[in-house]
């Protein structure tokens, strides 16, 4: 029992930042249909500003520092979006992509300017450095507090894409570009402010990882985050926030389970089960052929 408990908590708490990472591309991919390979830039710049804004162990300070790394790769996304991705939306998906890598070879070469090349480390939060029992299984605070951040963010976009003028605008977008601008639908804006809200989202999961991860460049593409966050868009189905949520937590818990049964295999898991689901269902768990953003009403 306490195995199993230990291995749920962990594989949650490793899900999480996937689950946010993932959401943001799929929000993304749902509106513009542009895969953003330059969200592991967006990630990595959001970990490295927690490395420069952070300067005490208190939970206000952290929490201060992840909502400025959330704002500054927000505004980081914006200027993208309008300099980069703007001007090649009608050149098709292939050139987009082709923007994108190019973004994110930008944004790691600035990273490495500004930052250096040595790895940064972040203390856990005074308040999170710790643990505590859960029927009799040892479980730590910082992991708990990212599963429950998990949920608010979760419920949250629910909320946003369900709930306020901006989600039908945002899921009128992704579904008929042509159709939502004749009615009226500023199309620009919303496409910037879903790559705003998706920029925030990949700064905000990096500043999350900061204090469980070597902060350096290679983050940008880490096995551990940004690679397992496309595949979940895959696993989970393009355009889906959903999807995302459950493939993300379901990938968490089988990896954490793997490692913990047989660690020489950990890291197989997301490549085994993209591979079946692009067999068995290419479109992923809640795919559908309109690739538009969807969410649990």
């Known amino acids: 029992m306490n195995d199993i408990i230990t291995v749920l908590v962990a594989g949650l ?10 959401s943001g591309l799929t929000l993304i991919y749902g509106v513009l249909h542009v895969l953003n390979f330059a969200h592991g830039g967006f990630f990595l710049v959001g970990a490295f500003i927690v490395t420069s804004t952070l300067h005490s162990g208190s939970m206000g300070a ?17 200027v993208s979006e309008v300099l980069v991705f703007r001007p090649l939306y009608k050149a098709g998906s292939t050139v987009s ?18 930052w250096g090349t040595n790895p940064r480390t972040v203390s856990y939060p005074d308040a999170l450095d710790g643990s505590f029992t859960i029927g009799g ?3 730590g605070q910082y992991e708990i507090a990212m599963v429950l951040l998990g949920a608010v963010i979760a419920v949250g976009l629910w909320f946003l894409l369900t709930k306020t003028s901006l989600g039908v605008r945002v899921r009128a977008v992704s579904h008929d570009r042509t159709m939502a601008r004749a009615l009226g639908i500023r199309v620009g804006r919303v496409s910037t402010t879903v790559f705003a809200i998706g920029a925030f989202l990949a700064g905000v999961a990096g500043a999350l990882i900061s204090p469980v991860s070597s902060i350096d460049e290679g983050l940008a593409l880490s096995t551990d985050y940004m690679l397992p966050a496309f595949i979940v ?22 990896e954490s389970f793997i490692f913990r049964v047989a660690p020489a295999l950990s890291g197989f898991s997301y490549y085994l089960v993209v591979a079946v689901f692009l067999m068995f269902r290419p479109q992923g768990i809640f795919g559908s052929p309109s690739r538009s953003v969807q969410m649990a009403r």
């Open 13 to 22: 708490a490793q899900g999480v930042p996937i689950f946010i990472v993932a």
């Open 62 to 78: 952290f929490l201060g520092a992840v909502l400025l790394a959330g704002l500054g790769v927000m505004i980081v996304g914006i």
């Open 97 to 114: 992509f082709l923007g994108a890598f190019a973004l994110f070879l930008a944004l790691v070469g600035l990273a490495l300017v500004v």
């Open 137 to 139: 299984a040892r479980v």
């Open 233 to 254: 868009i895959i696993v989970g189905g393009l355009g889906s926030v959903p999807g995302a949520m459950l493939a993300a937590l379901a990938l968490g818990i089988l």
